[in-house]
């Protein structure tokens, strides 16, 4: 049986189960698996990066430092890119702007890799040198830190931005713009599936090259060897981005059937380019702070952002103490990879049928209904775990590592919640919206919304961290956790709050259309 399009193609009708796992016609395929496979190198690439990043610097320098890194250096990063990237958005082409967003990262990654690691001996201040300022100015000891392993600290900061300038902005603002509501409904679910398959792959090929200790000859780095095959892999990833990106401009938005607007969202016309005035930074931000909704967005972000921060930043003190050889903690990083993969790729089937069958609120309240109970229940074994020091001893296991266990399953689940019901609602929100505030405000809400989420709760760890020199996160756990369910009720009341402007949009945009 067959169904007419709008477009008037005749398109298949789609079986029960076909429904379930895999609702695009035959000849969306054009279209959906491109878009797929971009998201698949920007995950992959996201999710190497995030482990590497994770592990130079907590092997380095402890998890603490991680709180100061993404108050004092990420979320100034993150606005300065802003500035230039709502800039570049009023005088670049969108293609153009892609590839401008993606290059510097892409050659940065591989300079890391093979020029600047290998030259850490040279570039960093000697061990002796920090801990002789770490006595002399003992409330500064972390940023000390900080700036000790600069190179690691950069590299640092150039992978969080990937995440928000990459993977959340660039292609979703990509995919809003290209992809109908009734497109979105069935390709973003089969997006995050076939995006999921990189965390498999990156997980697998992370666990093999960093697991070669006994591999390489006797005097040569291994964790050097490791960084020359992951950041190879981020290279060639960030290339072929760009290739299917291309693909798609010459192939794809030239069809009528995917793309009827009256021109290529990466062409500028001269004649309409000249006549329309491009509004200023300002005027940009002026727009941006007065929406509401996309005010309502950004808290979500910022929400998640703190809470996850919360758990993350307490569970890696855990891990710091079980993996202190930066080969093993980013062996256990892609395991936690692997796993979280396949968390996300069960959500994702779960939570698709979710948009489909329920309402934008019933899908987005259940991302933090579910980090609540998660975070509770795991600050609860952190604060009370020497209850429970003869009862672990019976199974031959210890407090530290059922922490490390407890915190990694707490955060898989999430991490799988997060990607197949948090995101794809959060996209959702914008596609009723006009193309300025789409570009514009989700550049707002994404990029600065999600630094500040993860610099709000490292700057408040940051801060009970600084009062008492020397302290860690045993000494804080009791306030990070009391912050932690403050934080979860105000995101549950935001969740409210926006879902009732989610359906006024899209009721006001259904009229339009």
Same mark, same amino acid.
């Given at each position: ?5 709008? /477009? ?12 379930? *796992?895999?609702?695009?016609?035959? &000849? ?15 995950? &992959? ?59 510097? *990262? ?55 931005? $990937?995440? /928000?300038?990459? =993977?959340?902005?660039? &292609? $979703? ?17 089969? *997006? ?16 093999? *090259? ?15 060897? /490791?960084?020359?095959?992951?950041? +190879? ?12 990106? !291309?693909?798609?401009? !010459? ?44 005010? =309502? ?58 948009? !489909? ?9 259940? @991302? ?23 009862? =672990? ?57 999600? !630094?500040?989420?993860?610099? +709000?709760?490292? +700057? ?9 020199? +020397?302290?860690?996160? @045993? ?14 009720? &105000? ?7 926006? /879902? ?14």
């Amino acid at each position: 049986m067959s169904i007419a399009t709008a /477009s008037g193609t005749t398109a298949e009708s789609f079986s029960k189960w076909r429904k379930i *796992f895999f609702p695009i016609h035959k &000849f969306e395929l054009k279209k959906a698996l491109p878009l797929g496979m971009i998201f698949f190198f920007v995950l &992959f690439n996201y999710t190497c990066l995030r482990n590497v990043k994770d592990t130079l610097v907590v092997t380095y320098a402890g998890a603490e430092t991680l709180s100061f890194l993404k108050s004092l250096c990420v979320t100034p990063a993150a606005v300065i890119f802003m500035l230039f990237y709502v800039k570049a958005s009023n005088i670049l082409s969108n293609e153009k702007l892609f590839y401008c967003t993606l290059s510097p *990262f892409i050659i940065f990654f591989g300079i890391f890799g093979f020029v600047l690691y290998p030259m850490k001996d040279v570039l960093h201040p000697s061990l002796e040198t920090i801990s002789a300022w770490q006595a002399a100015y003992p409330y500064l000891k972390w940023p000390i830190t900080i700036i000790g392993g600069w190179t690691y600290s950069i590299f640092y900061i150039s992978a969080e931005l $990937w995440g /928000s300038a990459i =993977l959340s902005l660039s &292609f $979703w603002q990509f995919a809003n713009q290209i992809c109908k509501t009734s497109e979105a409904k069935r390709f973003y679910a089969f *997006f995050s599936i076939i995006g999921q398959l990189a965390m498999f792959s990156t997980g697998y090929l992370g666990v093999y *090259f960093s697991d070669i200790r006994e591999k390489v000859p006797e005097g040569v780095d291994p964790w050097g060897v /490791s960084l020359h095959w992951l950041m +190879g892999m981020v290279v060639v990833g960030g290339i072929l981005i760009m290739v299917i990106y !291309r693909w798609i401009y !010459r192939n794809v938005l030239t069809d009528k059937r995917f793309y009827d607007k009256p021109y290529l969202p990466g062409v500028v016309q001269e004649d309409s380019a000249k006549k329309k005035k491009k509004p200023s930074i300002v005027e940009s931000f002026k727009v941006i702070l007065t929406s509401p909704y996309i005010g =309502l967005i950004a808290l979500l972000i910022i929400c998640y952002g703190i809470s996850v921060n919360f758990i993350e930043g307490v569970w890696k003190s855990q891990l710091k103490l079980s993996f202190s050889n930066p080969n093993d903690y980013n062996v256990f990083m892609n395991k936690f990879t692997i796993y979280t993969g396949i968390s996300t790729m069960i959500m994702l089937v779960v939570g698709g049928n979710i948009l !489909r069958m329920f309402s934008w609120f019933t899908a987005a309240i259940l @991302t933090p209904t579910i980090m609540c109970i998660g975070g509770t229940l795991f600050f609860s074994f952190i604060l009370f775990s020497d209850k429970f020091i003869l009862f =672990l001893d019976k199974f031959g296991t210890n407090p530290l590592a059922m922490a490390v266990f407890m915190g990694a399953t707490v955060i898989v689940i999430i991490k799988g919640t997060k990607y197949a019901l948090f995101d794809l609602t959060k996209e959702m929100a914008y596609i009723p919206l006009d193309e300025k505030l789409k570009v514009q405000g989700k550049a707002a809400a994404d990029v600065v919304g999600g !630094r500040f989420g993860k610099a +709000g709760g490292a +700057g408040f760890q940051a801060m009970l961290l600084s009062i008492i020199p +020397g302290s860690t996160y @045993t000494d804080i756990t009791a306030i990070v956790a009391a912050a932690f369910l403050a934080i979860c009720a &105000f995101w549950l009341v935001s969740v409210k709050g926006l /879902s009732k402007r989610v359906e006024a949009a899209r009721l006001a945009h259904k009229d339009q259309a």
